[in-house]
């Protein structure tokens, strides 16, 4: 396609314009071919007609699409001219507040003038390891790029900074150079890093100064070499200066300044140690006031000089060399205001005692005459003699002012001299990255020798930049295989041949320097007759004729010729030299010094350190050799030449700086300014040679993403590469607009955007018929709606006059209905009233009656009651004389019946009979025994209840019964003496009616005067009625008011607890996170004290385990801290640049931690004597209620002890006997029966003595348990008895109720005489006969069910005889068969049982059949189990027969005829007699020796795999072995034994972390054994809090002897630090696949779409690597889960684990995201949004919602919503501010500058929206960041997790290799 044919109607052009430079234009008229004009309409809608240029007929340039402009690379642009270049540009700085833009291999940097934050160590760490294309433009990127060209070439590299002055270059060399320390580190322990960055400060109070460009010039250029190790670590450095402005040190122009230095000592001036410096203000001297403008707003020079000091000493030098310097820097100034007068015309004088001659001399150590002498003479040298000139005033001034320069010049030079001491170290250089900040190119209304020097070094360098550029383009073409052909591009060496060849103006410069009589103006005319006709870049001004104009690549120059001889010559008065040489001054003579005898601040270097290139020649020389000086020019053609030789055996990287405006106003962008600077630095010149060829690139895969809209189905094949072809040639007629490379395609200038114009035509035509479709859709929507509307006003009409005829119906009827009820109201009112007249006549004649018989009623019952309460009274005094006899006979009898039992009992007890009869059924008693005491134990548990409970409830009703027996009497009282009063009652009464009858008289008096008084009444009553609702109103206001205050106030404290508790909250949390931050910090200062005490040991020592474990060993807890403060002090010795501070705050919170420490041990310490003293207590209480048990337990035991001793006799005859008959018989076949059952029967014989003394404590304990019911018994009433009576079960619990009753009436002997008095007796009677009857109902109940447990238990008997009987048929029949078989039919057999016991629960209880079908197979596990246990037994025995039968073979000879052979002992094993034993109770302890700790923590932590543990053990187990071991030191009470096991396991669990700490398994495993170890410590440390879910089994296993909480406290900071490593370990391996998963990778096929892209996502530093997609992340997710899971990991800390993993996820897209343009789109909004639901997703499967992991990533879905929302109206801007509540300002105002459409019809956000919102959000107070961190851990807690396992079940596998461990 022709390019004339894009310009059509509505194609945008650029033409140019004054102002602007560039003006955009509208075409409103197609263009054809011939057509002198265009026909334009601008941006403000003025038309304008463009006329074309007659010869060239060039058209103007053409606009790029909407959706290239603002791309992070200037080569991604389709056009590619300088309209199109600084529009970009502008776009990015002016709306998007972007600095950096790529343009090809060059960084563009635009001068902010103000600070950003994006240079923090979070923007460095996400710039580091990235490739350049992929983040947004920045130094920091370069920078990588650099060092990972570096690491991967194995070849140097250089970053080359430029631009005028004020653009910015210092800074962005600062920052590269902050990089390479931040990311690389050092390598020593010098820390050079600090060094380096620390040179930064110095040399700008030096070398820098404030122009009226830039407050921060850099008044000189510098190369700096950054050496680096093998490991690419940083080792040191080296530092070259170029041309030194020394014209500043004397002459500033208007508002410039002097070099920073000199400001900075007279602002501290005031210091006491520069008082003998005699400086005052800046502006009292004459070298500082000149440029009257000596303070620059917003910098403190007072601190910026203790900034420099730091410096100095940081790099080394002294403080006796600082004030040194200071001091010649203070002599400067006082030289300055030195002031010369005119003696005459040929001569002047200083006047005598100049107060700053004199303060220079004093400094300097010069004699003041000597200096007034050669200030005003010069001493001159002919061939035969030597005499003194005058000087006059002016040329006196000149060589003051050339002395001051020489001076400062020398500083200068010793200060970078000593820098680079400082800088280089011992260690071998094995590459580096040079930092070249050099001026751009200059050009002023005045140019002198300074800037032909700076456009000479410019010359140079644009030379090599071009060569560079184009030398990139061939190797991009060569190795895509497309067809090269040779671009024109500028070559500036006739330029340079112009300055530096024979004859140029340097070398002519020089001859004229040595001409006796040589001037400016005789160099002038050289230069006319030498260049003017034979060169075109040299020219003549037409108005001067002593200056001259050379063409640069940048712009024309006019050079001043006036003191361009004298600044090359730079002469100073030899004697004023040979004055300073012969100073008393040390460091002013060391200046002058030759350098190779200068002498150094600092230590001496050592011998490995490497030359320094010269940082400029010596110009002290003899006076002999004075024509041998190089002049300053060819001292800067040299350096220069080296730096060209340096750069090209390097790599270089280039950043362009280009200064926006001249008013260093923030964000202000001048056109033509930029466009000077864009011309002159080279950056055009990138875009034209890149333009020149094929500027527009794209992979296949990328063109096909983007045009597949043009593409139809048939044309789209597998083959990607095909397909692009296939189409791209019937698109783009013109084969020579593109060309096929290997991986991409290549297109010329202007195709991508005629591809961009198909393709938006074509969306277009596709949304054109959307929107038919669309509107069609809604058009006949509206018409089916106004339809239904019209039905339903029809429908709704003729309801209305429906409801008006039924109204008039209704009015009508309601009218008859209203009549009918009026006449019926009258007649029922007049019947009321007769009606209720009679019934007030009926009502007043029943009342009188019904008051008569009333009162005869009440006569009656008061009689009644009299009656009752004497006949009661009588009754029970004849109870209670009857109950006192028969409980006094009751005890009679059985006190009599008791002796009787008592003496039988004795008898029995002596007879040794009895005894046998015991002993002979022992097993059989000890099991009924065991059985009968656990039931005794329940049901004395329940009666012990039972009893509490009457003894309640008795207490409650006896004293109700008294209260009501005492009101009884009292009624009684009443009842008698009111039969008395009776008499006198009535008498009275006959008075009382006589009395009636008058006051009935008076009664109708005091009515009338009540019924006047009535009426007042109520009218008053009326009125206070009225003032009481009045009242009542304003008291329900009032009241309304308080509960509004009440509820306000209420409202208000909630708030403010609320707040309270989240800062308290937000506290502790901020609290916990310092703490783990010191925690990491003091585990980073171990492994860095462990490293260098490997570095300082001997290269061929190497501590072995032994010597490690054993110092380990001795190694406790209080020594812990201490040994680390001392390690942190050695390490603080050895390495100078470590942080004090930091070493100081762990310090403090260590003396914290102790005092806290000590005062948790004072106050366990109290607790603990009240503990004892509460025991002690207790204990002299037990001691007297077990009196008595005791001496029952002595008698019991004696007697056992004497039966014990006849078995035992016994047993030993039994024995000495078998064994006689063992040797007798010792060839006998039988002989190993023997010795098994005798084995067999000592086990017996131990486990009967073990349940021998079981069963006496059983018995102690039952007599205990009866005394205690006794006692409780004696306590209680008769009729508790009576009632308990129903509940006891067994006749031994009857007889002991029946003594308690009987002590009881024995201990109411003496109150028989008051129980048979009124009858009581016999109410004792019938309460006795009911308590029996109640005893013989139990007793049968008792024996009937005894005898049904006795049959059950009878056929239980029956079936275990016959289960017995088959099971010996079935072991008969396996003994038979072969070991194979034997094992298959056992299992078979077990199969078959489980299988009918299966059955047979299913038929009884369906219900039980799951749990049925669980326990099977857990059985079946059992017997795999077992299985598996069986043939490693018979794999053993059968190796020991082998072992036997060869034995027995070689004893074959010597045995006799009658002896088995070894092949039948094989054959016919004989089976040990099986005695039944019970297995042994263990303790859950495992003992160990001391010798085999190591061996323990080698086999248990260092050389145990996680994978097999995990998988085949139960979860924790190294943490419960490790426990139990530590059970057994505490339970044998040694300290030495716990604290080295402690201290082993945690030394052991650190050496294996820092082993192999990048393994995930591992680190999860062994946080999974310390937070279970841990637990266990808590769990059985016998404190109360931690004691609630154990059993009572695991609250006998607590520690006894020990309190571990300092080691608990030991763990859980090891805990800590594990955890952190887990996370550091997920952190590493999630990094890689977060940004290729959540941002790059297309979840959602075909929403995004694929912009065109630059130069630089071709560079090499773009690796090969597999795509991780979502599902990777996802698959990582279940991995890290499952293996935590296996490991036994508490769940509390999987979620906070998960809530960390989701926190790095959501942190590092979020941090992608805002340093990625491309990534700001609708689409990406959408495609973020899916893969945050899919990680939702996987939390909801997981059941870990609830673990706050949704909440880390709210900021990245508020921030892919605001990609998505609209971005337009002020409504919009408020639901942005509502919704985007977790994103910071910075943030949220970063996203809308960054969001860019990916196609045409998407808008950009305005400006005007985006100050809209910043406004909106100047009131939230968040945090100015604008990254989030990605190292940030949330603070680790670890909930108590008690364990439900007890540790006597724990087995130990023998793949653990623990066989030394016993179990306790």
């Not at 994978?1507 to 059970?1527: D, E, Q």
């Not at 090891?1614 to 999630?1630: D, S």
């Not at 989030?1828 to 793949?1855: C, H, N, R, V, W």
Request: glycine fraction near 4%; proline fraction near 3%.
């Amino acid at each position: 396609m022709a390019a004339s044919e894009l310009y059509t109607k509505s194609a945008r052009v650029w033409i140019p314009d004054v102002e602007e430079v560039w003006k955009s234009a509208e075409l409103t008229k197609d263009y054809k071919n011939g057509d002198a004009s265009l026909q334009l309409m601008l941006e403000d809608g003025s038309n304008l007609e463009h006329k074309l240029d007659p010869k060239t007929k060039n058209l103007p340039y053409l606009r790029n699409p909407d959706i290239l402009v603002g791309e992070n690379d200037l080569t991604a642009l389709s056009y590619l001219h300088e309209p199109a270049v600084l529009h970009n540009l502008k776009v990015r700085f002016i709306d998007s507040k972007l600095i950096y833009t790529y343009c090809g291999i060059v960084l563009v940097a635009i001068n902010p003038y103000e600070t950003l934050p994006i240079y923090g160590t979070d923007i460095i760490n996400a710039y580091s390891g990235q490739n350049m294309g992929d983040m947004d433009p920045h130094i920091f990127a370069v920078a990588e790029e650099a060092y990972k060209q570096m690491a991967r070439d194995e070849r140097n590299q250089s970053i080359i900074v430029s631009g005028e002055s004020g653009a910015g270059k210092t800074v962005s060399a600062k920052y590269a150079m902050r990089y390479f320390a931040t990311v690389s580190g050092s390598a020593s322990e010098a820390n050079v890093e600090e060094k380096v960055l620390a040179s930064n400060p110095i040399m700008e109070a030096i070398g820098n100064a404030k122009t009226t460009r830039n407050d921060n010039s850099s008044r000189f250029g510098k190369y700096i070499e950054i050496g680096f190790d093998n490991r690419y670590r940083i080792i040191g450095a080296n530092m070259r200066t170029y041309l030194l402005e020394k014209s500043r040190v004397v002459f500033q122009a208007d508002e410039e300044r002097n070099y920073h230095i000199f400001y900075q000592l007279c602002a501290s001036s005031h210091l006491p140690e520069f008082k003998k410096l005699k400086l005052s203000n800046a502006n009292d001297f004459v070298y500082t006031w000149q440029g009257r403008s000596p303070v620059i707003e917003g910098v403190d020079d007072t601190k910026e000089l203790c900034s420099t000091r730091r410096a100095f000493s940081l790099l080394g030098i002294n403080e006796s060399y600082q004030m040194g310097l200071f001091q010649v820097l203070a002599a400067i100034l006082h030289l300055g205001n030195v002031e010369i007068k005119d003696k005459d015309s040929d001569s002047s004088i200083i006047p005598s005692n100049n107060n700053h001659l004199t303060a220079f001399c004093e400094l300097v150590g010069v004699t003041y005459e000597d200096m007034t002498q050669w200030l005003c003479h010069r001493k001159l040298k002919t061939a035969t003699e030597t005499y003194v000139k005058t000087l006059p005033r002016l040329q006196a001034t000149n060589a003051r002012d050339a002395l001051a320069k020489h001076i400062y010049a020398k500083l200068f030079n010793w200060i970078v001299e000593h820098v680079n001491k400082a800088l280089i170290t011992n260690i071998k250089q094995h590459s580096f990255i040079g930092v070249l900040d050099i001026y751009g190119f200059e050009t002023f209304e005045i140019n002198s020798f300074e800037q032909f020097c700076i456009n000479y070094a410019n010359e140079k360098l644009q030379q090599q930049f071009n060569m560079h550029v184009f030398k990139l383009e061939q190797e991009e073409y060569m190795k895509e295989q497309i067809p090269w052909t040779l671009i024109d591009f500028y070559d500036n060496q006739p330029c340079i041949n112009l300055i530096e060849a024979k004859m140029g103006v340097l070398d002519l410069l020089d001859e004229e320097c040595r001409m006796p009589k040589g001037s400016d103006d005789s160099w002038a005319q050289k230069l006319y007759n030498t260049h003017l006709k034979t060169c075109s870049l040299f020219e003549k001004p037409r108005m001067s004729n002593r200056a001259f104009i050379i063409q640069h690549f940048a712009d024309k120059v006019e050079y001043q010729c006036e003191g361009f001889l004298a600044k090359n010559k730079d002469t100073v008065n030899e004697e004023q030299i040979k004055v300073l040489k012969a100073s008393k001054f040390d460091l002013l003579v060391e200046l002058f010094k030759d350098e190779e005898k200068a002498t150094s601040p600092m230590a001496p270097a050592g011998a490995g350190g490497r030359t320094r290139l010269s940082i400029k020649p010596d110009k002290s020389r003899d006076t002999s050799s004075k024509e041998h000086k190089k002049t300053v020019g060819c001292q800067f053609r040299n350096s220069l030449q080296m730096l060209m030789d340096t750069l090209n055996a390097t790599t270089p990287h280039y950043v362009r700086c280009i200064k926006p405006n001249d008013f260093k106003q923030a964000f202000s962008f001048d056109p033509k300014r930029a466009v000077q600077q864009l011309r002159a630095c080279g950056v055009l010149e990138t875009i034209r040679i890149s333009a020149a060829g094929f500027p527009s690139r794209w992979t296949y895969q990328e063109f096909f993403s983007r045009y597949r809209v043009l593409m139809k189905q048939k044309d789209v094949l597998p083959d990607k590469k095909l397909t692009c072809r296939n189409v791209l040639e019937k698109l783009v007629q013109d084969q020579d607009k593109y060309q096929f490379g290997k991986t991409k395609i290549f297109f010329r200038a202007g195709q991508v955007a005629y591809l961009e114009k198909l393709r938006a035509d074509k969306l277009r035509a596709a949304c054109i018929r959307i929107q038919k479709t669309i509107r069609c859709w809604l058009a006949r929507k509206k018409y089916l709606r106004m339809r239904s509307a019209a039905i339903t006003i029809q429908r709704f009409t003729r309801g209305y006059q429906a409801r008006c005829l039924a109204k008039f119906m209704r009015r009508t009827q309601a009218a008859t209905l209203i009549q009918k009820y009026q006449r019926m109201c009258v007649a029922r009112k007049r019947y009321r009233q007769k009606q209720a007249a009679a019934l007030a006549i009926q009502t007043i004649l029943r009342a009188y009656m019904a008051r008569q018989k009333y009162q005869a009623l009440l006569r009656e019952s008061k009689v009644v009651i009299i009656q009752k309460h004497a006949r009661g009274l009588l009754a029970r005094r004849w109870y209670k004389r009857c109950l006192h006899s028969i409980v006094y006979l009751q005890c009679c009898i059985r006190r009599m019946r008791a002796r009787r039992e008592l003496k039988k009992l004795k008898i029995e007890a002596r007879s040794v009979e009895h005894f046998k009869k015991l002993n002979k059924g022992m097993e059989n008693k000890i099991m009924q025994l065991q059985r009968r005491i656990d039931e005794q134990t329940k049901e004395n548990r329940t009666v012990n209840e039972k009893l509490v409970g009457l003894e309640s409830s008795y207490t409650t009703e006896s004293e109700r019964l008294r209260g009501e027996l005492g009101r009884l009497r009292g009624v009684e009282d009443d009842a008698k003496n009111k039969g008395n009063q009776l008499t006198s009652l009535l008498e009275e009464l006959e008075k009382l009616k006589k009395e009636l009858s008058t006051t009935q008289q008076e009664k109708k008096t005091i009515e009338d005067w009540a019924q006047t008084y009535r009426t007042e009444m109520e009218k008053m009553v009326s009125e206070l009625k009225d003032q009481n609702g009045s009242l009542k109103k304003e008291k329900d206001d009032l009241n309304r008011l308080i509960q509004e205050q009440s509820q306000q106030m209420t409202e208000k404290m909630a708030r403010t607890i609320a707040a309270e508790t989240q800062q308290l909250e937000k506290d502790l949390n901020e609290e916990r996170s310092r703490y783990q931050n010191l925690l990491t910090e003091h585990r980073r200062l171990e492994e860095k004290h462990d490293d260098l005490k490997e570095h300082i040991s001997k290269p061929g020592h190497r501590r072995t385990d032994s010597t490690h474990s054993s110092n380990e060993s001795e190694y406790t807890y209080n020594s812990e801290f201490a040994e680390s403060e001392e390690g942190s002090r050695a390490a603080e010795d050895l390495t100078r640049g470590m942080d004090t501070s930091l070493t100081l705050k762990l310090q403090k919170r260590l003396t914290e931690l102790e005092q806290e420490k000590q005062s948790l041990r004072n106050e366990l310490e109290n607790k603990e004597e009240q503990f004892q003293r509460a025991r002690a207590r207790d204990e002299t209480e037990f001691k007297k209620a077990r009196g008595a048990e005791l001496e029952y337990e002595s008698l019991k035991r004696q007697e056992l002890e004497s039966e014990n001793k006849k078995l035992k006799h016994n047993l030993a005859e039994m024995r000495k006997s078998l064994l006689g008959d063992a040797a007798a018989s010792s060839g006998a076949p039988g002989s190993p029966a023997y010795k098994v059952l005798l084995d067999q029967l000592n086990s017996s014989c131990e486990e009967l003595e073990v349940r021998k003394e079981e069963v006496l404590i059983l018995r102690s304990q039952l007599v205990s348990q009866k005394e205690a019911v006794q006692h409780k018994e004696t306590m209680t009433d008769v009729a508790v008895h009576v009632e308990d009576v129903s509940k006891l079960k067994d006749a031994d619990e009857l007889k002991q109720a029946y003594i308690g009753l009987k002590d009881t009436n024995r201990s109411t002997a003496p109150d028989v005489q008051k129980l048979n008095e009124d009858g009581e007796l016999w109410l004792v009677n019938q309460g006795l006969q009911e308590t029996i009857r109640l005893l013989e109902h139990q007793l049968q109940t008792q024996r009937r069910s005894y005898d049904s447990e006795v049959e059950s238990l009878r056929g239980e008997l029956q079936n275990v005889k016959e289960e017995n009987n088959r099971q010996q048929q079935l072991l008969a029949q396996n003994l038979q068969l072969p070991p194979e078989a034997r094992i298959e039919a056992s299992l078979q057999h077990e199969i078959t049982r489980l299988t009918n016991e299966n059955l047979e629960l299913v038929a009884g209880d369906p219900t039980a059949s799951r749990e049925a079908r669980v326990l099977i197979l857990r059985r079946m596990v059992d017997l795999m189990e077992q299985l598996e246990k069986q043939d490693r037994n018979i794999r053993k025995l059968k190796k020991q027969l082998k072992v036997y039968s060869k034995r027995i073979g070689e004893m074959g000879a010597g045995q006799a005829e009658g002896q088995t052979s070894p092949g039948q002992m094989v054959d016919e094993p004989i089976h040990p007699v099986n005695i039944p034993r019970r297995e042994k109770d263990f303790q859950g302890m495992l003992e160990y020796k001391k010798e085999d700790e190591l061996k323990l923590v080698k086999n248990l932590i260092i050389e145990l795999k996680p994978r097999g543990v995990a998988v085949n053990l139960i979860p924790g187990l190294p943490a419960y072995i490790l426990f139990m071991c530590l059970r057994h030191a505490d339970y044998v009470n040694d300290d030495q034994k716990v604290r080295t096991l402690l201290t082993s396991t945690i030394n052991s669990i650190k050496k294996i972390l820092k082993k192999r700490g990048d393994d995930f398994e591992t680190v999860s495993f062994w946080l999974a054994n310390t937070c279970r170890f841990l637990h266990c410590l808590k769990q059985y440390s016998g404190e109360e809090p931690f004691m609630t879910h154990n059993t009572s089994r695991q609250n006998e296993h607590c520690l006894s002897n020990f309190d571990l909480t300092e080691y608990r406290q030991v763990i859980s900071d090891l805990a800590i630090q594990i955890y952190q490593q887990l996370i550091k370990c997920m952190e590493n391996i999630l990094q890689p696949m977060i940004v290729s998963a959540m941002l790059e990778h297309e979840t959602i096929q075909g929403v995004s779409g694929v912009k065109p892209t630059g130069l630089r996502k071709r560079t090499s530093s773009i690796a090969d690597e597999g795509t991780y997609t979502l599902d990777s992340i996802l698959r990582q997710l279940n991995a890290f889960h499952s293996t935590m899971c296996q490991h036994g990991t508490d769940p509390e800390l999987i979620k906070q684990v998960v809530k960390q993993q989701f926190y790095i996820i959501g942190a590092v897209t979020l941090n992608n995201l805002l340093l990625r343009k491309d990534m700001c789109s609708w689409s990406k909004g959408m495609q973020i949004r899916y893969n945050v639901s899919q990680l939702e997703e996987w939390l909801r499967d997981k059941g870990l919602m609830v673990c706050g992991a949704k909440e880390t990533l709210e900021p990245l879905i508020q921030a892919a919503q605001l990609l998505q929302v609209k971005k337009k109206t002020d409504e919009d801007a408020e639901a942005i501010c509502s919704m985007c509540l977790a994103l910071t300002t910075a943030q949220i105002v970063k996203v809308l500058n960054l969001y860019t459409p990916v196609n045409e019809f998407e808008e950009r956000v305005s400006v005007a929206f985006i100050r809209t919102i910043q406004t909106r959000l100047r009131d939230r107070c968040v945090s100015p960041q604008l990254l989030m961190d990605t190292k940030m851990i949330y603070p680790i807690t670890f909930p108590f997790s008690p364990s439900s396992l007890a540790l006597e079940t724990i087995q130990i596998p023998g793949s653990l290799n623990l066989g030394f461990l016993t179990r306790v």
